[in-house]
């Protein structure tokens, strides 16, 4: 059981975690957590849409009159109209659910590309610094005839595009989100506290004869996922935006430091004979380059 466990905790942390070795990436860490979590939310908030139930009472009915009248509900009846009730509300409200699937979508595709990335510029680092990591570099096998460093850059520059292109379709799903709830009406009122309105005329079923409103069982939690969706892709938002220049800063730093390995003296006697990190990764480095 022990080692089962550990197994799968091994296999979510390489799922679902990342670790980029340069320090001026640190905010790629920052970005597949908000990102993971907003994941998490949306999969609530499209789990509960699609499954919680509606409960339905006639529009401008005198709720203390009802109560005062002590009439016997007819329990099948109300079930009936808010089953109905609520599949006409869902399908009115169809922009708001393709929209969240979009959503939805687009954020595991960008976890996981994230996650490649920084995978790929980690080894890529690694091999060019010459630093000797094992989880980075054993990988896949190593070849003396592969310019490493021109693959480090070419996956830089394609980080770096496909940041800017997230970057501007993330921003087109957060406003494109915003426009959906405020323009639409079917959708402004699908989250609203004031409940939503059906009949007396139905598109599925016999017209009921009369104006319902409806809410949601649990439309507090409905309306708080909804508001901790866009909370948390506006961060990732702005997370891209500051990790943009930090891969500028990172290609600073590292053509600053690919310089001083070059300048490296290993000529001088503490450099011989003691196990310098410096002189550990300078032999690698010329091991591994072609």
Not at 84 to 90: A, E
Not at 161 to 183: D, M, N, P
Not at 233 to 240: D, K, S, T, Y
Request: glycine share 4%; hydrophobic share 45%; charged share 20%.
């Amino acid at each position: 059981f022990f080692d089962m466990s550990t197994r799968v905790l091994g296999l979510a942390a390489d799922l679902f975690s990342v670790d980029p070795r340069p320090r001026s990436l640190l905010l790629e860490r920052f970005i597949s957590t908000f990102s993971f979590i907003d994941i998490v939310v949306q999969f609530l908030l499209y789990t509960y849409l699609m499954t919680d139930n509606f409960r339905c009472n006639e529009q401008n009915e005198d709720i203390p009159q009802a109560f005062a009248a002590s009439i016997q509900a007819k329990g099948p009846l109300h079930e009936y109209v808010a089953l109905v009730c609520g599949t006409q509300v869902r399908v009115d409200a169809w922009p708001f659910y393709l929209q969240k699937m979009l959503f939805l979508i687009f954020f595991c595709i960008i976890f996981y590309i994230n996650k490649y990335f920084i995978r790929r510029i980690n080894r890529l680092h690694c091999l060019v610094m010459g630093e000797y990591i094992p989880e980075y570099i054993k990988s896949k096998p190593v070849y003396t005839n592969v310019d490493y460093r021109q693959r480090w850059r070419r996956s830089l520059i394609d980080f770096v595009i496909y940041k800017v292109v997230t970057i501007v379709i993330l921003a087109g799903f957060i406003t494109s989100s915003f426009l959906v709830i405020h323009l639409i009406p079917s959708v402004s009122t699908f989250l609203d506290f004031k409940g939503n309105e059906c009949g007396p005329k139905m598109d599925y079923v016999e017209d009921i004869g009369l104006r319902m409103v409806c809410h949601f069982e649990n439309e507090f939690i409905i309306r708080l996922l909804s508001w901790l969706s866009h909370i948390t892709a506006i961060v990732v938002l702005l997370l891209f935006c500051g990790s943009l220049g930090g891969l500028f800063v990172y290609a600073y730093r590292f053509r600053r430091d690919e310089e001083m390995n070059r300048n490296l003296d290993e000529d001088m006697i503490q450099y011989e004979h003691v196990d310098h990190p410096s002189t550990k990764r300078n032999k690698i480095y010329q091991k591994h380059q072609p």
